[in-house]
């Protein structure tokens, strides 16, 4: 069945570096998304992407849909103590199928 | 808005104990979701429900696990009997079709350990 992959598994970064992270997939996806989780609470919704090639940001995060179609990365600029936590990507192929998530990326946040 | 609310919050259990897990979403969602998180398996649609009726219902593990929504403001996850390999934080959401899937808000999970 339809995989993603997210590397790296864990970061750890100082505050104010930027972040990258990334989602790959065995197979095509018409819509990638990136969600955060925090601890103790339920994955929310950062980005949408539903383009090949869209680039798409919102505040400090800038999130890339792979022309592939199988691949998508997340950044994050200057990062603050409240970035700290699981950032999951997931998939879509059609509009009405279920969505694939990733294992996710935990970021720690060095003092 | 008071956002998806689940109760309880965390549950202990024996094994062989039936668990009921509670979701409102909300208020004017008609889709709802049931996932279950794990370490090993991550995040797992279980089953998903469009105006009450449930639509897809191929993640549900096994004939132990059973999910109803007898309204618009109301659903329960039900596992009878539990066991051990069931302890996991299992997430409800919601959402508005058309956006479906994509635009779901999630609540806050109920921590089950079977024991």
């Known amino acids: 069945g339809q995989q993603l992959n997210q590397s790296p598994q864990s970061m750890f970064i100082q505050e104010g570096e930027d972040v990258s992270m990334n989602c790959t997939s065995s197979?095509?996806?018409?819509?990638w998304l990136w969600y955060k989780q925090d601890p103790g609470e339920g994955p929310v919704l950062l980005i949408a992407?539903?383009?090949?090639?869209e680039l798409t940001s919102n505040g400090r995060l800038t999130a890339q849909f792979g022309i592939t179609r199988k691949d998508s990365f997340l950044n994050i600029s200057a990062s603050i103590p409240s970035d700290v936590g699981i950032y999951f990507c997931a998939g879509q192929l059609r509009r009405d199928d279920k969505i694939i998530f990733g294992k996710g990326t935990r970021l720690h946040i060095l003092p | 808005d008071a956002g998806v609310i689940q109760s309880p919050r965390h549950e202990v259990t024996e094994m062989g104990q039936e668990v009921t897990l509670r979701c409102k979403p909300i208020s004017g969602h008609n889709s709802l979701f049931w996932y279950r998180q794990t370490m090993m398996r991550g995040l797992e649609l279980l089953i998903y429900f469009n105006n009450n009726v449930p639509i897809d219902d191929s993640g549900m593990p096994e004939d132990r696990f059973s999910a109803k929504m007898p309204n618009a403001s109301f659903s329960t996850l039900k596992i009878q009997p539990s066991e051990p390999r069931d302890s996991a934080v299992y997430f409800c959401?919601?959402?508005?079709?058309?956006?479906?899937?994509?635009?779901?808000?999630f609540g806050q999970g109920t921590r089950l350990t079977v024991v």
């Open positions: 959401a919601s959402s508005l079709a058309p956006q479906g899937y994509t635009e779901a808000f």
């Open positions: 992407l539903y383009k090949a090639g």
């Open positions: 197979s095509i996806f018409n819509t």
